[in-house]
Every structure is written in C-alpha cells, then in structure tokens.
C-alpha cells in the first residue's frame, strides 16, 4: 500500500505562485512513477504533469501547464512537488496527487486550488 496526502493549495490572485506538496509513506520502494492531476466542477479528472523513477527522472507536462507548473520530487521520493506559477483562473480546481505502481495507482484525497482575484 502507499498513502499520500496532498498540502499546499488555497486562495490565489491570478498571476501568483502556489506549491503543492504531496507527503508520501508506505511500500515507497513500489513506485516507478507519480504526477499531478487536477478536477474543475463538471469536468473530468486532468493529467498535469508525471515524473518517473527510471529514465533519469523523465518528466512530462500537459500543453495546458507547460512552462507554468514544475513537477520535482525529493531524493528519498517522500515528497512529491508541484511548483505553479504564472496561475490563471482557469487553473481552480482540486489537485490530486498520484503514484503508480506495477499493481496500482494510488490517489490522495486532494487539495483546492482557487485563483481568484
């Protein structure tokens, strides 16, 4: 099992800077990759960004986030990051954090964004 649990969100003024944290415990050792996601009211759940154990660390990002939010992640792989800048309204929603392992994906419970003037 893995437990992860997403800190970090809140009230932003368009234009501003938030990180997101996501703690991570459990069988660690199982993971071969995490990301970011995130869900608006009435829309579905979106990739944002994932990172991976193997492949030097690889990242990727969705066209929406790209150049705006950095994914990054300890050494130990205990915490997981996401760096967003340059927020827009349209970035409001609830952020989930994800690892996947070669049996399962896990989700945490999940922390609001809001970018509001």
């Known amino acids: 099992q893995v437990q992860l649990v997403e800190s970090g969100g809140g009230l932003v003024q368009p234009g501003g800077s938030l990180r997101l944290s996501c703690a991570v415990s459990g069988r660690i050792f199982t993971i071969y990759g995490m990301g970011w996601y995130r869900q608006a009211p009435g829309k579905q759940r979106e990739f944002l960004a994932s990172?991976?154990?193997?492949?030097?660390?690889?990242?990727k990002y969705a066209d929406s986030v790209k150049g705006r939010f950095t994914i990054s992640r300890d050494n130990a792989w205990n915490t997981l990051y996401l760096q967003m800048d340059s927020l827009k309204p349209e970035d409001t929603a609830v952020y989930y954090c994800?690892?996947?392992?070669?049996?399962?994906?896990?989700w945490g419970q999940g922390t609001q964004v809001t970018v509001s003037s």
């Open positions: 994800n690892a996947r392992t070669p049996f399962n994906a896990y």
């Open positions: 990172i991976t154990i193997t492949s030097g660390g690889g990242t």
